[in-house]
């Protein structure tokens, strides 16, 4: 179990290196010298230069690399072409509300896809089941920034129970999250039904039925754990989603956090801003993932004793 | 061949007639949009702005006067050339990475698979937008960054067909008689991975049209004025209350084509029983 540990973690820094590559060759994306661009046309050679050492353009690219290692290892991710304020900054104040949508948005998906799962499994093919399976393929057939639109008409626009966009409080979070979260509660409930089907056929369930036990107690002492195994371990693809889908709900919404951050970015050319945005929701990512995994392998035994 | 039989065998089958259905009206509407759409889709009547759905344009019209069926109906094409293109590269260079890695073996393998492994570090959005970053925006730039995360996905699949393929009676017998590699790949390995590659590629489709339209909506993908869907959303969002119709029906197409390749693609699935 130690040694399995220890394997998933070593395995995390060629793929973080590989990550941090990727966000480090997006400088050469821009036509031409990146420090000719950064400064105004009138600047003279010796200004270009000088910038060039300074960003250290004048170096092979392996040791450009290493250097950008290490900067990032003192938690400098540089400054904004832009604003020319440190970036390090403005993802402090952006990255938290993307963490906030992300969770929430995932609270929701496991409560509402665990009651569908659940009330699905109790009744198959019944008009519910049937229902809430339609249901399911819609949410992933949805697009996710339309799927917005129709919240913000609907409850904000036509109901006015929620504020349409921006961050005003508890109710601002709610039309974002329920967003990000509509293919994930479909695909939640859809794992859930179809592993407590197959676990309702195993002789312990049928031993506490004979027990007399009633259909909740069933469910919720006995079926459920098992069950809930193959829904966890898609729960860090789908915080990826999230993270991902962040870059399109966050726009609509207008939500302060990291995926408006880069799609501005990317907008107005402002490269270390990219650079640092993709890095960390992807660094985010990858951390995300190796959690799951070690949830996954303390939870199912028979994994954690081989 | 055999394939195909399956398919002609399933006809009545309900969720494969759907998704061919819708498929197929969609491919009609790409190739002959001046068949069916009423007006230019480019052709602006700036005397009949934001019209909501009448006789004369049936979804209406937006800020330039321009017919919102026209150029929904329009928009299949560009939609449609996007998804064959990337999937079509993504898949062709996936299934030569898992062909290589699955046939071959040893070093090259443990090469291949750790590189496939770099971009599903990712989520799927965020590599399309370093990938948008370095080639720019625009058709290309979407076909690339969708192709480029296809490839792991296809490359996995066939190196584990490979991997069964390559234990059977059947192939070791080809080798045995001394048939050369290219021939036992084409003749006896080949055929065992048409049917999960057809399977990916068309639930594949369904995730691209939802991601190009994703980009264009946030406008780095098609640029305006080409009628692309998720570019129409963007427009019509500025008038979201005033004339919702802008966003709705844009979506709407989505919605359905989307559903379409996933009906498809679950129903290929059932059939050909494969597990994916």
């Not at chain 2, 069926?69 to 299934?95: E, K, P, W």
Request: with cysteine; aromatic share 12%; hydrophobic share 55%.
């Amino acid at each position: 179990m130690i040694s399995e540990i220890i394997k998933r973690i070593l395995y995390l820094i060629p793929v973080t290196l590989a990550v941090i590559f990727i966000t480090f060759i997006v400088i050469y994306s821009i036509p031409g010298n990146p420090a000719e661009v950064i400064l105004d046309l009138e600047a003279t050679k010796e200004n270009v230069a000088a910038l060039e050492k300074e960003m250290g353009l004048d170096q092979p690219l392996y040791v450009q690399y290493v250097i950008y290692i290490n900067k990032l290892l003192h938690g400098n991710l540089g400054y904004s072409y832009r604003t020319r304020r440190s970036i390090a900054g403005e993802v402090r104040s952006y990255y938290p509300n993307t963490i906030i949508l992300a969770v929430f948005a995932l609270v929701l998906a496991v409560v509402i896809g665990g009651i569908v799962g659940i009330l699905s499994a109790l009744r198959p093919n019944s008009y519910l089941d049937f229902a809430f399976r339609g249901f399911s393929v819609l949410g992933i057939s949805v697009p996710e920034f339309w799927f917005g639109f129709l919240l913000i008409l609907f409850f904000a626009v036509f109901l006015r129970w929620f504020p349409s966009e921006g961050k005003h409080g508890i109710s601002s979070c709610f039309l974002p999250a329920l967003t990000l979260s509509f293919s994930a509660i479909g695909t939640i409930a859809r794992l859930l039904r179809t592993s407590l089907l197959e676990i309702f056929h195993e002789p312990y369930i049928r031993a506490a039925r004979a027990k007399g036990a009633s259909n909740v107690m069933i469910v919720f002492r006995h079926a459920l754990k098992n069950a809930m195994i193959p829904a966890i371990t898609v729960l860090g693809f789908m915080m990826g989603r999230f993270l991902g889908g962040a870059v399109v709900v966050e726009t609509v919404f207008n939500w302060p956090g990291m995926g408006r951050l880069a799609v501005d970015a990317i907008l107005g050319r402002d490269i270390p801003l990219i650079q640092a945005t993709i890095l960390i929701l992807a660094l985010t990512y990858i951390i995300i993932n190796l959690m799951v995994d070690l949830l996954y392998l303390t939870l199912d035994p028979r994994i954690r004793f081989h | 061949m055999e394939l195909f039989n399956r398919i002609k065998g399933n006809l009545g089958n309900k969720t494969l007639f759907a998704g061919m259905a819708i498929i197929a009206i969609l491919l009609f509407c790409a190739i002959f949009p001046n068949w069916i759409a009423m007006y230019d889709p480019h052709a602006q009547n700036l005397e009949n702005v934001l019209q909501s759905v009448s006789i004369n344009h049936l979804l209406g019209t937006d800020e330039f006067g321009r017919d919102v069926l026209s150029r929904l109906i329009y928009g299949t094409r560009i939609t449609l050339a996007i998804i064959f293109v990337s999937v079509l590269t993504g898949g062709f260079i996936g299934c030569l990475f898992g062909i290589l890695a699955g046939y071959i073996g040893k070093f090259v393998d443990t090469i291949i698979m750790r590189l496939m492994d770099i971009p599903l570090a990712f989520p799927g959005v965020l590599l399309s937008l370093a990938a948008i970053q370095i080639v720019g925006k625009g058709v290309v730039g979407i076909i690339i960054a969708t192709s480029f995360y296809a490839i792991p996905q296809f490359a996995r699949l066939v190196r584990v067909c490979i991997l069964s393929a390559r234990e059977s009676f059947y192939v070791q017998g080809a080798q045995a008689i001394g048939e050369s590699h290219i021939s036992i790949i084409w003749r006896y390995i080949l055929p065992n991975i048409w049917a999960p590659t057809l399977v990916l590629a068309t639930l594949r489709c369904a995730i691209v049209v939802q991601i190009a339209a994703a980009l264009s909506f946030l406008g780095l993908g098609v640029q305006p004025p080409t009628p692309e869907w998720g570019a129409m959303i963007a427009a019509g969002k500025m008038y979201l209350v005033r004339s919702p119709h802008l966003t709705l029906f844009p979506g709407l197409a989505i919605t359905i084509t989307v559903f379409g390749f996933n009906l498809l693609g679950d129903a290929l699935r059932d059939i050909m029983d494969v597990k994916l």
